[in-house]
């Protein structure tokens, strides 16, 4: 009973890794209709970022922030001068993309080298733990890792359910024709939510980076996940996203104590079920 427990608990520290990578990726995944294969690069270089700006202040909080800030003005530049112009054009904004992606690979991995890496928090923090019925002692940093996901979930929530802002959002994912015919700029929007989703892929990797080493090869990893969560969980929704990465990290873990040599096949038949009885993932809309 404590190993599931245990076991639980992991599943969904990881799980709210997974959900701050692809809830910005269900935002663009449902407004665009197009796969944004340079999500994964936003993780990685997030998290690269914010090493960098953590290590040389000292201060995590600085280095989230400022991986947010860099990443969120990359992500800007991407959509406006190189998909912009070709936003209706779902294989080429894919196929430009993939290009960032690669492009990315390279340069991150001259820069910062093929060294693993950790995104540095206090020594104190590092090391303490909290005990649980149950389970018994388990480390804080984690915790702290998951309560995060959960305000960051409820924020998009809000914003989106609340807002005006989420109102053009959702009527986008709806009908982004329609939207536009309204008058509202969706092109715009487009934009906003193309800096939102990057901003939230590096912020995942800074919070990644502090749980597990950042790595090349980290960034197609972290982007077929976010890929399976999206899927699962239903594009364009981010209750959606969050039972998505739930499901996701809790088959991964389990798989990985029970059926670690099927690890990978449970994790992915999950998606092949979800596809094969609701398409649309089990909170999004039928088109």
């Known amino acids: 009973m404590d190993q599931i427990l245990l076991i639980t608990l992991n599943g969904l520290t990881l799980a709210a890794v997974y959900f701050l990578v692809a809830s910005g990726l269900t935002l663009i995944f449902g407004l665009m209709r197009v796969?944004?294969?340079?999500?994964?690069?936003?993780?990685?270089l997030?998290?690269?970022?914010?090493?960098?700006?953590?290590?040389?202040t000292g201060n995590w909080f600085l280095g989230a922030l400022g991986a947010a800030v860099a990443i969120g003005v990359l992500g800007l530049f991407i959509h406006q001068v190189l998909i912009r112009r070709f936003q209706d054009d779902d294989m080429r904004v894919a196929l430009i993309t993939l290009g960032v992606s690669l492009i990315g690979t390279d340069l991150m991995l001259a820069t910062f080298g093929g060294t693993a890496t950790q995104v540095p928090v206090p020594d104190e923090l590092q090391v303490a733990s909290v005990a649980i019925p149950g389970v018994g002692s388990y480390p804080v940093l984690r915790l702290l890792v998951l309560a995060l996901a959960i305000v960051i979930g409820v924020a998009l929530?809000?914003?989106?359910?609340?807002?005006?802002?989420?109102?053009?959002?959702?009527?986008?994912?709806?009908?982004?024709?329609?939207?536009?015919?309204?008058?509202?700029?969706?092109?715009?929007?487009?934009?906003?939510?193309?800096?939102l989703g990057s901003a939230l892929a590096a912020l995942a990797g800074v919070v990644g980076g502090t749980l597990f080493p950042l790595l090349p090869g980290q960034d197609g990893v972290f982007l077929l996940y976010s890929l399976v969560v999206v899927i699962v969980g239903g594009m364009g929704s981010i209750p959606g996203a969050a039972l998505g990465a739930a499901l996701v990290g809790l088959v991964s873990q389990f798989a990985l104590v029970y059926a670690p040599t099927y690890s990978l096949v449970l994790t992915f038949a999950l998606m092949v079920v979800v596809l094969a009885v609701r398409p649309q993932g089990l909170m999004g809309r039928a088109a």
């Open 35 to 44: 796969i944004t294969m340079a999500h994964g690069t936003s993780y990685l």
């Open 46 to 56: 997030g998290g690269y970022v914010g090493y960098t700006i953590a290590k040389a």
């Open 157 to 195: 929530a809000l914003v989106i359910t609340r807002t005006r802002f989420g109102s053009i959002v959702r009527a986008g994912v709806d009908d982004s024709r329609m939207t536009a015919a309204t008058g509202v700029n969706v092109r715009l929007v487009f934009a906003a939510i193309f800096v």
